[in-house]
């Protein structure tokens, strides 16, 4: 397993790009408490659902713990933001139902997080 991408303040990192199915991870410091996950999806999708979770180790093969809940739906050509509060280790995005519909369907899953001031 590649080493997931290590998060910065304030820094966007995309844990999905422009994908229909799969996965991204991101190591966080102990300090963050503020995380915003940005779903960008194409024109066109009519389906699909990205589950946020976390775990203490990237390797994890079990069930991770879901975060805010269920997964969240996608909406074609809009941007769906989801904010958490929390001390996590690894957080990841998962595609938990393929997104479909249209000539090109796709979705984009931004982390960014930031310590509480």
Same mark, same amino acid.
């Given at each position: 397993?590649?080493?997931p991408a290590a998060a910065m303040s304030g820094v966007p990192v995309d844990l999905i790009s422009a994908?229909?199915?799969? +996965?991204?991870?991101i190591a966080l410091p102990? +300090?963050?408490?503020?995380?915003t996950i940005i779903i960008k999806t194409a024109s066109g999708v009519t389906s699909g659902a990205i589950q946020i979770?976390?775990?203490n180790d990237p390797s994890y093969s079990g069930?991770?713990?879901?975060?805010?809940?269920g997964p969240i739906t996608v909406v074609a050509a809009a941007e769906i933001v989801a904010n958490f509060t929390?001390?996590?280790?690894?957080?990841?995005?998962r595609v938990s139902t393929t997104i479909a519909g249209? +000539?090109?369907? +796709?979705?984009?899953v931004t982390y960014e997080g930031a310590k509480s001031y």
């Open positions: 397993m590649t080493a994908a229909t199915t799969g +996965s991204g991870i102990p +300090s963050f408490r503020n995380h979770e976390t775990a069930t991770w713990a879901p975060i805010g809940g929390g001390v996590f280790n690894f957080v990841q995005a249209g +000539s090109a369907p +796709s979705v984009t």
